[in-house]
């Protein structure tokens, strides 16, 4: 039997890391699409990088797409590249939207043009629901997005669905609430949480600046949603997918378990900063897995404390062997 193929764009990202490792250890060839830019980051994939395909391409350049899946084919397609980073929606609101909106619809394309038959997978998310209509969030909920990021996405989502019912397309949507690990980038509140927690235990800061600590998530472990990704496209019928925890945790109570983690009590060293407020913040976000437990029989495996503590030790770790 032939291995089967995967495209995943955003393949550097945290989500695609673990989306390619989780395929090869299914036996998948994974081809793993990058811009051609000079600061390209392998970090997240150099300890697996020779077993995948690298190969050039931009979402905002269609033509690109159309020969990566040609000279590929791909059985199935990851779409998790975006402008992912809702702080920097606000200054770059319109590049923002070709990448995260538009490179949406150049990608659905791009499979409509090569092959229609290639099941597909859209990086949809919980900014989507913004300025929540009801708690928790379901499929069902109405979208009121509170960011360019936001509303980027929920463009995203919704040409995905118009593709799925126009072309008769296998495109499925995760509506993935927040998930974090040791490989989230530093600029996300959590990873500043935990790096910030590491340099201050090894005596490198005495303080940790932060916005609003008690807007409150969903917070799951990157490692297990991917897992729900690939579920959604081994289905017969592509459909849409919440994929959260069902929990909610604040900024605070994240600080607190970090801090805590390693013998220091957060309040010593926490500082609000109005800089890092944002200038629309959504409120309650949390979500109901129920459809994805019932239809893809996927569940999150790591706790919240378990989430945070792997962070806080990955980042002490990486910190010691930086400092070596």
Known sequence: MAKKRALITGITGQDGSYLAEFLLEKGYDVVGMVRRTSTVNFERIKHFQSKLTLVTGDLLDEVSLISILREHRPSEVYNLAAQSFVQTSWPQPVFTGETTALGVTRMLDAIRIVDPDIRFYQASSSEMFG???????????????????????????????NYRESYNMHASSGILFNHESPRRGLEFVTRKISNGVARIKLGLDEDLRLGNLDAQRDWGFAGDYVKAMWLMLQQDTPDDFVVSTGETHSVREFCELAFGHVGLNYQDFVVLDERFMRPAEVDLLIGTPEKAKAKLGWEPEVSFPELVYMMVDADIKLIKEQMR
Do not use: L, N
């Not at 929540?132 to 969030?137: A, F, L, S």
């Open 131 to 161: 300025k929540v209509q009801e708690v928790p969030q379901r499929e069902t909920t109405p979208f009121y997005p509170r960011s360019p990021y936001g509303v980027a996405k929920v463009y995203g989502h919704w040409i995905t669905v």
